[in-house]
């Protein structure tokens, strides 16, 4: 079995045993429309690999429907996840260290809010920016199984896969509300974040629709993480590989502001991406030499006449 299709697998099982073992229930109706899709996409992929009249295009889209697939199974196993775990482990927060590292690397997250909010279309800007990051990621997977960059498409979703059960873990071990909360700003309408994460902790919030579901990670930034994960998968498409770096970087930048984050959130954001992308070849090419090494003892030996 391939290692992200046995990752959701251990996910959603985790997530059957949690949700027979706490009072958190799945609303009935979000959860049938993605078994729905689900069905859709194997059935697709299904056809595409026994239509064989365009050998060119057909494994493509096969590679595609199959990305997909793994795609929506695993961000709604591990949005379920995530929000019970919040839920069942509420622990302390650790907001004023996070608003402590910002000031002794001398970054003040308040006087960057207030300029956001003396400059309001360079605001309107950075929120389209940061709102960008879900379809350029699409987009992505996209261009690469459709122009035959497989293995990279792989490698993206794979490194994709392993960054958000890190961030998960960290998240819950190191729980945070964000700036917004710790310097009693009045809180946005875009942070839904904010009351969905205090309802799960005071135990109001029980029932997970995935399709209302919210990032609610705050260290590290998983937008950061992502944009960095972007750029570098997008680095075989010669045409769009710099205007995603770009537009990555403009994703990061306003990921303080427009995210609620903390400034070292967005430092552990790109140390995890970075560890994300190296950490998964050195398993693998591990694996791939445990293997060799297995089938070489395996091996008939045959003795010299």
Request: aromatic residues 10%; proline residues 6%; positive net charge.
């Amino acid at each position: 079995m391939p290692i992200e299709w046995a990752i959701i697998l251990v996910v959603a099982v985790s997530d059957a045993i949690l949700l027979a073992e706490t009072s958190f229930r799945l609303e009935a109706s979000a959860e049938l429309r993605i078994l729905a899709g689900s069905i859709v996409l194997a059935m697709v992929l299904v056809i595409c690999r026994r239509w064989r009249s365009f050998p060119r295009i057909t494994p493509r889209l096969a590679h595609l429907t199959r990305t997909v697939l793994a795609l929506v199974l695993f961000t709604n196993a591990a949005s379920v996840l995530s929000y019970i775990l919040t839920g069942i482990l509420p622990l302390p927060r650790w907001d004023g260290a996070l608003a402590t590292a910002d000031r002794a690397l001398g970054l003040n997250w308040l006087d960057m809010c207030q300029w956001f909010v003396r400059h309001p279309a360079i605001e309107a800007f950075a929120h389209t920016v940061y709102r960008s990051l879900g379809p350029e990621m699409l987009i992505l997977f996209f261009a690469l199984e459709l122009l035959g960059h497989h293995n990279q498409a792989r490698a993206f979703l794979l490194w994709f896969i392993v960054s958000v059960i890190a961030a998960l873990g960290i998240g819950i071990l190191i729980p945070a509300a964000g700036p917004v909360v710790y310097y009693h700003l009045p809180v946005p309408s875009t942070t839904v974040y904010i009351s969905q994460m205090a309802d799960l902790r005071d135990g109001t919030l029980r029932t997970i629709n995935p399709f209302d579901s919210e990032g609610l990670v705050v260290f590290p930034s998983f937008h950061t993480v992502l944009a960095v994960l972007c750029a570098y998968a997008a680095w075989p498409l010669r045409i769009l590989k710099y205007p995603l770096l770009a537009l990555n970087l403009l994703i990061i930048l306003s990921s303080p502001f427009e995210g609620g984050h903390y400034f070292i959130d967005i430092i552990a954001g790109i140390v995890l991406a970075a560890l994300t992308i190296s950490l998964p070849g050195y398993v693998l090419s591990g694996i791939w030499r445990l293997k060799k090494i297995i089938r070489q003892a395996d091996a008939p030996v045959f003795a010299s006449k």
